[in-house]
């Protein structure tokens, strides 16, 4: 797998050995990064089930200003980690599950979440039940700013997921993959 465009482009990413890891496809990421570009200089990235840092990555890559890596698989860490540290763009990586990292980053502050992303992909294993897949979609919700994008990977034939904060502006199929891209509601919005 390789980066595809930006300072990085052309630069391949590890993945673990015998992983269970199951990165989006080379066009299915080209087509995510292509809908979103005008958002991507400065942004600042949540990468959710990271991976080989594929999508974090890709976005430091065309401008992002900084991504945090969220994985906790051991081999996977080891390869996001190398490929972090071998494209030297930066990002920080979170040795944590998910939801432990969502339920500590949307703790219930005075003023809100102390952080806000402008861009969240969200890429959990197909096997996490819809249910699970909304309830990290509401809380991922709570850490975008305005005018904020979240981005989920799923297998092609499920249902769209549901999550409070979030309207559906796109759906694409690719393969055997769907993707949702969502943004944030607009406060007196709907």
Known sequence: MRIIAGIAKGRILKAPPGSGTRPMTGRAREAVFSSIAAALPGADVLDLYAGTGSLGLEALSRGAATAVFVERDRAALRAL???VGALGLGGEVVARSVD???????ADHPSGPSVRFTLV???PPYELPITGVEQQLAAAARLLGHRGSLVLHR????HRPEAPG??????????????????KIRPGSG
């Open 166 to 183: 979030l309207r559906l502006v796109r759906t694409r199929t690719y393969g055997t993959a769907r993707i949702w891209r969502y943004e």
């Open 121 to 123: 992909f969200v890429d």
């Open 100 to 106: 432990g990292y969502l339920a500590s980053a949307t």
């Open 155 to 158: 297998r092609l034939g499920e």
């Open 81 to 83: 980690r190398a490929n």
